[in-house]
């Protein structure tokens, strides 16, 4: 990579092997919930009451909840590791979602495409802490992300975070107190050990419990 143009992602692209199964389903299917660049500018994308966007989804769990409970909403689910998309077609398919499309690449490679003031709602579940301080630069959470984190929410717009690492609660509470166009919500505190009932737990969380961690929120309001 010698431009420096050139957009980095950090984070694993690959885990177990793909099984046929699985492959010949990409084959068949990744065409109509797979999300491209010339999708943007389809109507189709205007077609529901609220747009919603989840970065780093895990295994989908929440996604296939939420989209299941609001058939009317639009969820864009971006994940840069293969095997969580493949996970998350196989349920789209099974249980016949039409209101997913799935961007299986770094978000940075699409969000400068989307249009102004497009999504109602971010979600940004458990993003990777990277916690040496060697690797500090590569967090999602930098100031020229929530730039393009800004532009694509709409006016009132919400983003929810989650974490429970430490460091990464620290991080988090730094890049807001930078800035003067997301408000924190929740009686101006910085963060609620409370999971609103509409997030269901993602493997993530789970992991978190299990160890006795706390699982710290974030809500922010695009001012």
């Known amino acids: 990579m010698n431009s420096k143009s050139e957009i980095y992602f950090y984070g694993r692209r690959k885990g177990r092997k793909i099984s046929p199964t699985n ?10 919930f797979y999300l491209r660049h010339d999708h943007l500018d389809e109507s189709k994308l205007k077609n529901y009451n609220k747009n919603i966007l989840e970065i780093g989804f895990g295994n989908g769990e929440n996604l296939v909840n939420m989209s299941l409970k609001n058939p009317n909403d639009l969820f864009i689910a971006c994940d840069a590791y293969n095997n969580a998309c493949v996970k998350l077609l196989k349920q789209i398919v099974m249980k016949n979602i039409q209101n997913i499309k799935i961007w299986p690449d770094n978000i940075n490679l699409i969000i400068k495409k989307f249009k102004k003031n497009f999504f109602d709602l971010i979600l940004i579940l458990h993003p990777d802490p990277w916690p040496k301080k060697k690797h500090v630069k590569r967090r999602l959470l930098q100031q020229s992300f929530l730039d393009d984190i ?4 709409k006016h009132e717009g919400k983003l929810v975070i989650s974490t429970d690492h430490d460091e990464m609660k620290s991080w988090i509470i730094k890049q807001f107190q930078e800035r003067n166009d997301f408000l924190l919500e929740k009686d101006k505190t910085y963060f609620e050990n409370k999971k609103p009932q509409w997030i269901i737990n993602t493997k993530y969380t789970n992991k978190a419990l299990k160890k006795n961690k706390v699982v710290n929120w974030f809500f922010f309001k695009k001012s």
């Open 23 to 32: 492959l010949k389903l990409l084959n068949d299917s990744s065409y109509k």
């Open 150 to 153: 800004n532009r694509i929410l």
